[in-house]
């Protein structure tokens, strides 16, 4: 199983950027994905899950409002979309996801990538003016 990142990058305050997260090794469609991200110095922080089937979407009261996560399960592959971003975005953004299971995602998922099954090697996103 191997999930890419890419689409981070140097941006100032009130920009917006588009990560994608391309997943390998795995039914794609079958797997609730979610977004995690680590600021320097800072513990990880959960970011933001979408279903399997992309009907139910949760975000970390930190960036409601501002990101979008969506998939593509035709291309194994997951977004966030990113607007109006802070210098408090600055992080290193993994996708993460475990195996199936029964049920849709009820709300924030853990920040730990031991609580995954699998993790992607992240993508820098810096915003600075």
């Known amino acids: 199983v191997q999930l890419v990142e890419s689409g981070g990058g140097l941006v100032q305050p009130g920009d917006s950027l588009r990560l994608s997260c391309v997943a390998s090794g795995i039914t794609f469609g079958d797997y609730d994905m979610n977004w995690v991200r680590q600021a320097p110095g800072k513990e990880p922080e959960w970011v933001s899950v979408?279903?399997?089937?992309?009907?139910?979407?949760y975000y970390a009261d930190s960036v409601k409002g501002r990101f979008t996560i969506s998939r593509d399960n035709a291309e194994n592959t997951v977004y966030l979309q990113m607007t109006n971003l802070k210098s408090t975005d600055t992080a290193i953004y993994y996708c993460a996801t475990d195996e199936p299971v029964l049920g849709l995602p009820t709300g924030p998922g853990p920040a730990s990538r031991y609580d995954y099954d699998y993790w992607g090697q992240g993508t820098q996103v810096t915003v600075s003016s």
């Open positions: 979408i279903n399997d089937a992309a009907t139910r979407t």
